[in-house]
């Protein structure tokens, strides 16, 4: 138990890469690649509102309709209105899977 992490039998006979190696990898790939998700600096948080069912049915055929989201539609609605939005609340972040499933 105390010979160390085990290594994978492709890389048993290899010579481990030294530690300067490593972090030169390591800070080059860092210069080079973009994140994998963005770094956004902002917190969002839910609002729940409550409207008669009707407004809701009419907002979600109209946001159809447009072919956007609800949400889409609703941040675009107050940036109009003049409250300030965040870019990404006007974007289409609906999961992938979720799209092609619809």
């Known amino acids: 138990m105390g010979n ?40 969002t948080v839910p609002i729940n509102v409550k409207v008669a069912e009707e407004s809701a049915i009419a907002l979600a055929k109209q946001a159809a309709a447009e072919g956007i989201t609800q949400n889409q539609f609703i941040c675009r609605a107050l940036a109009a209105a003049g409250v300030p939005m965040d870019p990404l ?12 499933a619809a």
Do not use: Q
């Not at 300067?20 to 790939?29: D, F, I, P």
């Not at 609340?89 to 092609?100: A, F, I, K, S």
């Open 4 to 43: 160390g992490p085990k290594r994978l039998k492709s890389v048993r006979n290899a010579a481990a890469p030294a530690p300067a190696a490593l972090r030169h990898v390591v800070s080059e790939a860092s210069r080079s690649l973009a994140a994998a998700v963005p770094g956004r600096g902002r917190r």
């Open 89 to 100: 609340g006007l974007e289409d972040r609906t999961p992938r899977r979720r799209v092609e």
